[in-house]
């Protein structure tokens, strides 16, 4: 049974603690066995990082960017490897989990510009003989608290930018699938990255706890559930941090009458059921405009029940398992609620079987229909495979269901008509907008982040807003001897 232990101090250590199973989702095996921290064990990685911090803050920015550019190199030689690790502990597919390493990967490539992107302003003369000039500088020590659904995506959504900028870095992952967290720790140190720079801790609520509380954390980065990132993000403010929390969400995908059905039909696949609906930014809702409901159903119904359903391993599979037996309860649970609600199920993924993998956590493709805005697998991110059907008269009730929401994440239009597009585009209240794209996940170069109880803070991750959240500015006046004027003055300085 593989230990998964904590990587400190540029190695990987298992000293005794707590411990929680990793499982197999594809066969319900347990595969590993996670160490979860204790707060003593939380205060040697802060301390290890702490140590290292003010060496690599003073490295300059183009020596950081080589062993970003190193780091991406090692990815790329790594992909499968990554990939493989990902889908044995998430259970998405193998191409899947690629694809997660890719979006990873484009983060790094993002911060190998640091040397322009840290790059300060500098004005001259703004009095006689005086000059101002502004720069970036790291924060100090800061944490990223990573969900399970994307293990290597959401900390490269982080650390790369937080790294590069000169910060040291306490990665947090999820418990439920820890591997990939080791090996992308592994390939900073053969990159080059001094030890102790870049850290993983492994555990639950007390390694949280720990770190939200510590004093020599400057600022805290999380993924995760609604109800966790508001704990996360209050309690790391209450302790003087910087705070940024990513939470949960519900998407609309919302269908035009003048959409193509059959574009739309493909997107609503990919964005439904990708991943098993394991994603943040999935379609859970397509909203039915105007009578197109009934064509859209026609089309989408054969292609949920030819959903091809098996282990992540398998190059046949679209999707895979759900992660845990606790989740695979959890939707099962919502898809019962929903039936009980009233709306129409039109595709039942329940009661699936594979042979071979009967304790694998597989749940079908679900899709209901006629569901309404006061059932709870509306309401409620369910994050499995469940796509539910709203149908409303006219684009005004469309806009309401997405603006409604509590959650403002992604929202998405399928249409050919630009100013429907257009209006969409300014009016939804959602951080992430997509026209005729179902899952707008912005690259590397923008930035991710949502709207309403989506996210917690000011800041979104990675571009530019990474950059910001990770640094502090430092303002400078100089003035040579020279340029002194002599005696002292007592009124505000002013220009001239
Ligand atoms: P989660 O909130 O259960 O866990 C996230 C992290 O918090 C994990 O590291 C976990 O160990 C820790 N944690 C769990 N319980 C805790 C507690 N009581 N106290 C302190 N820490 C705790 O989320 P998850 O199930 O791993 O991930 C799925 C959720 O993440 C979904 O809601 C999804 O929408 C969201 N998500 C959001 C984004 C985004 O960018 N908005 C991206 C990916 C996932």
Redesign the pocket.
Known sequence: MALIGHFIDGKVVTPAARTAPVFDPSTGQQSGEVLLASTATVGEVVASAASAFPGWADTPPLTRARIMFKFKALLDRDMDKIAEAITREHGKTFEDAKGEVTRGIEVVEFACGIPHLMRGDFTEQVARGVDVFSARHPVGVVAG??????PAM?PM?MFPVALACGNAFVL?????DPSASLLLAELLIEAGLPKGVFNVVQ???E???ALLTHPDIAAVS????????E??YKTACAHGKRAQA????KNHLVVMPDADLDKTVDALMGAGYGSAG????AVSVAVAVGGVGDALLEKLVPKVQALKVGPGLDPESEMGPLVTKA?FDKVKSYIDDGVAAGAKLVVDGRGLRLQGYEGGYFLGGTLFDDVTPDMRIYKE?I?GPVLSVVRVPDYEDALKLVNDHEYG?GAAIFTRDGDAARAFDRDAKAGMIGINVPIPVPVAFHS???WKR??FGDRN?YGMEGVGFYTKMKTTTARWPTGIRSGAQFVMPTTG
């Open positions: 608290i990573t969900p399970f659904n994307f959401v959504w947090k992952p999820s418990e439920k555990g639950d609520k390694a949280v706890d999380f993924v995760g559930s609604t109800a966790i990132g704990y996360v990513l939470c949960g969400a394991e994603r943040c930014m989740h991110e994050f994440n991710f982040g949502g989506s996210i991750v």
